[in-house]
């Protein structure tokens, strides 16, 4: 089961944990929430987060936090709605039509009003979307040629400040502009909180937005790029350690009987990577979605074999066609109760 609420983005209420608590222990099965997010900025949030599990686990109530062992790419855009309408008020000027929309960014003063409003306590985990000078400009119309460019580069340039070479660009391109920020979090102290994190025993590797941001946000290779990462990067967990909380620990949790493991008379779901070239490509769009729409991507690489059930099923990269698997029923292939909600 899994359990999405506000409240979780700053810290769970009372009435939070009782309802979490009450519902695990009706259900028979495990809650869990995402994501929990881990920033030395605000250190004390992620921690009253996981006192609220501990709390939980005291109560008999099994309730786990996912998190991102990778910082998740995403780009931004002043067009469409995105993460930067959830900074404090920008909200309201984001939604006008794109003529009004237009003529506020181009007003100083709404700028230096909304520069004040993303620094304050009220942006929370979004405040991690204003380090505006390591914004990297993507797709891009009026000057093509500052595809790629850090917009810290070119407010040094033009001698201003990054959020006013920010929107300059967007301006230019009437809002068009695909931004992809850098993350304020990605600071060696918070690399080290997360390693912390991921020894509590509420705490799982993985999250999922159930699809919603296909064309904003790319979570889907955290697992080979954390694998590269412990392997040849930061080094913040074994392989060992990786390799169980990316199969053994999300099995045990959701019940599967004979997976995550590797055991006699267990399903031979198996995968043979390359510990020197393991990890993530480039994040790209591509357009194969129904009716043309965008989804970001980015390949897998090391990966030489995949089997499910026994049977290659993948090799280099390229599906074999063999498609030996099976939906998966709970209680007949689960170790999970059955419900016990009315």
Request: with cysteine.
């Amino acid at each position: 089961l899994e359990y999405a609420s506000n409240g979780c983005l700053d810290g769970f209420s009372d009435d939070d944990v009782e309802f979490m608590i009450g519902f695990a222990k009706a259900a028979g099965r495990p809650l869990n929430w995402n994501v929990l997010t881990v920033d030395s900025h605000d250190p004390e949030r992620y921690r009253n987060q996981l006192k609220a599990m501990d709390r939980c686990a005291e109560e008999g109530a099994r309730v786990v936090a996912l998190t991102m062992p990778i910082i998740v790419g995403m780009n931004m855009s002043f067009l469409t709605y995105c993460a930067l309408n959830l900074l404090p008020d920008w909200g309201q000027i984001l939604a006008l039509p794109p003529v009004a929309r237009l003529a506020c960014l181009r007003d100083a003063d709404v700028r230096k009003y909304m520069v004040e409003r993303a620094a304050s306590p009220d942006a929370g985990v979004f405040a991690r979307l204003t380090g505006w000078d390591g914004y990297v400009i993507g797709d891009t119309f009026a000057d093509p040629s500052l595809r790629g460019a850090r917009v810290g580069d070119l407010a040094a340039a033009a001698g201003t400040t990054a959020f006013d070479a920010l929107l300059d660009v967007v301006i230019a391109d009437d809002l068009r502009t695909v931004l992809w920020p850098s993350a304020t979090d990605d600071d060696d102290e918070s690399w080290a909180m997360r390693a912390d994190a991921w020894q509590h025993p509420a705490v799982l590797i993985g999250g999922s937005d159930a699809g919603a941001h296909l064309d904003r946000m790319c979570g889907q290779p955290y697992t080979t790029q954390w694998l590269g990462d412990c392997l040849r990067g930061r080094k913040l967990a074994t392989l060992e350690a990786a390799v169980h909380q990316l199969t053994g620990a999300p099995a045990a949790l959701f019940g599967l009987v004979d997976r995550g493991r590797v055991a006699e008379g267990a399903w031979a779901d198996l995968v043979l990577f390359d510990p020197e070239t393991i990890g993530s490509g480039a994040i790209e769009m591509r357009n194969d979605l129904p009716g043309g729409s965008g989804r970001l991507w980015a390949d897998a690489l090391g990966v030489r074999h995949v089997w499910v059930g026994g049977v290659e099923v993948a090799r280099d990269g390229e599906a074999t066609g063999a498609l030996p698997g099976t939906v998966l029923r709970s209680g007949r292939d689960t170790a999970t109760s059955a419900m016990g909600l009315a």
